[in-house]
């Protein structure tokens, strides 16, 4: 959450051209600092102990996705929530970033039937398809434009909402050193909100693991 919150604080942690780290900057120090604080009044623990602690009534919200909403209203069918675009930092500036994710359909060089394999594919991202997709896998959105304009989304309001979360979202950066990166990026918040570890210090700590990756 850290990472995408350092984008919705207009935040990077990569340069553009990705060869410098951006952890110790200002952006994401504010960010950090944010969920320290935060966390002194957080549960801190295992995701579906979250949704647990929700359905149960003792956590008054939580960051997940659109596979936590069936599972609440068959589990807990007395709770009445709703859910929400994840929150700017504040109503002048900011975005409603999040995470990008999404499933791959790929051909492999040595494929013998790539032709096929195409056609194929274009299938499966046509609207009317993906959409059968997700009537019967909810959490699966289709990736084409407009595709929430299907009346499925009327009956379906709080999946609509994640929908539109799409468009805010962003990728991880495209860095062969990524892997590595996000371990990095996992210590360095272990210990700022686990921890209290000082967050300058923390982070600049990193920072300079994470550059001395690039530099490879």
Do not use: C
Not at 8 to 19: H, R, V
Not at 56 to 79: C, Q, R
Not at 104 to 109: C, E, G, M, N, P
Not at 165 to 190: G, V
């Amino acid at each position: 959450m850290v990472f995408t919150s350092s984008l919705g604080n207009e935040a990077s942690i990569l340069s553009k051209d990705m060869k410098k780290s951006l952890l110790y900057s200002t952006k994401v120090i504010e960010t950090a600092k944010f969920y320290q604080a935060l966390s002194k009044y957080s549960l801190k623990t295992k995701q579906a102990d979250l949704a647990k602690a929700f359905g149960e009534g003792k956590l008054g919200m939580y960051v997940s996705g659109a596979w936590d909403i069936s599972g609440i209203e068959s589990n807990y069918p007395n709770i009445l929530f709703d859910v929400a675009l994840l929150p700017k930092p504040n109503k002048w500036s900011g975005t409603h970033a999040s995470f990008a994710g999404a499933e791959v359909l790929a051909i492999t060089k040595q494929s013998k039937n790539q032709e096929a394999a195409l056609k194929l594919i274009e299938y499966l991202l046509r609207s009317d398809v993906a959409m059968q997709v997700t009537k019967l896998v909810p959490s699966v959105f289709p990736s084409v434009v407009g595709a929430d304009k299907d009346p499925w989304f009327e009956d379906h309001p709080m999946h609509q909402v994640f929908y539109e979360q799409n468009k805010y979202a962003k990728p991880a950066p495209s860095h062969p050193q990524w892997f590595k990166i996000q371990q990095y990026l996992t210590e360095a918040i272990e210990k700022i909100v686990l921890e209290n570890e000082n967050v300058e210090s923390t982070l600049r700590y990193y920072n300079l693991k994470i550059q001395q990756l690039l530099n490879h």
